[in-house]
């Protein structure tokens, strides 16, 4: 049937796009669902979209910014025929062949799209304290972006939270702006990499709270303070920042995928080892979706690149792929 | 950028937003901002569609950071749609074409 895709692409982070890549060079023309505009990481381009300069992607010997890296990625497999839909994917059926997918706006009608094969990319995305505040502070002192906001906190005093590479890394990148960054870690380790650890430990405005957690935010209409408990002593003190950023992990965005595909500890999609196979037929998983340990841009990459193999081959041996598919997969 | 999108300053905003006849969808955004740049093609098409019902500025907030300060912008981008030069409606964070189209409908 005409209107039946050989593969259907959800997601556009460094595993969904080189997924993109290779499945355009092996002309089964992809269809990628990239998502829609947000200020989370949960947009086209994914988590890298937030960050500034990429250090360790290899090939970039003085870096990269992390937006123009995955525009790169994006002009990459357009030029081999990908085609994008800026939407999101609303729900999805895998229960029979073609396998479905639908998007649309919350305001809008649904769009169903159909095709013989599908790679989950949808990546992972940024915790939230889970605060009451929260809320209706963000976008007020609480922010997700350290790219987008720290401008606004020129001679301020501000908090992160958190202690991975993320964490740190916004740390650091505000100290560009801000007085003062009082990093807050449940830990008294980080989990952040040695080289974070020794900007962060080096950098005169940054110090940190250790074995502590935010218990509320202050202000109304804006930030004006947080309260910290150290979680040893149960002792709590206010902190005056008026400004909060949270780092403090990811959850994969598998929601879509509950009721559909085999999902492992966390709520991560579950694959075959050594594969981007997951339990159904024609459905492939790759990058943070299904990566609950590297989660690097690279290892997504990896992941994405054996994603499209993995469906070209499945594709080519139920011959649902293009004729001259022989021809084309020598190119990888 | 659009033919219909006015570059908004420090020293033009007031006269460009009591001056108008009707609704200002103003856009606050950095050239540093991701985000900011996701939307840009979005509030392009917006301007195209709605010339005669909504205009469209941009306001770079690097350039005009007094504006900034008044409307008290802590994040970006920020939409503010101003309706007879007073602020009616804030939208903090990127949003798809759909979504931006719902929140501000009403006050159009």
Redesign the interface.
Known sequence: MDDVREVIIIGSGPAGLTAAIYTARANLRPLIIEGEPSSTSDQPGGQLMLTTDVENYPGFVEGIMGPDLMGRFRAQAERFGAEYLTEKATRVDFSEHPLRVWTGHPSGGETEHRAHAVIVATGARALMLGLEAENHLLGHGVSTCATCDGFFFRGQHIAVVGGGDSALEEATFLTKFAESVTIIHRRKELRASKIMQDRAFKNPKIRFLWDSVVTDIEGEGKVEGIKVKNILSGEETAVPVTGLFVAIGHVPNTDLFRDQLELGANGYLHTRDGSSYTDVEGVFACGDAQDHVYRQAITAAGTGCMAAIDAERWLEARGEAPSDIAETSTNW | MAQSIVTLTDSTFDEEIKGSDEPVLVDFW?E????????AP?LEEIADDSVGKLRVGKIN??ENLEL?RRF???????LILFKDGEPQHRI????????L??EIEAFL
């Open positions: 950095a540093w901002c991701g985000p900011c740049k996701m939307i979005v907030v690097d900034a008290e912008v802590m994040s970006i981008p920020t903090i964070g990127a949003k798809g074409k759909g979504q189209l719902q």
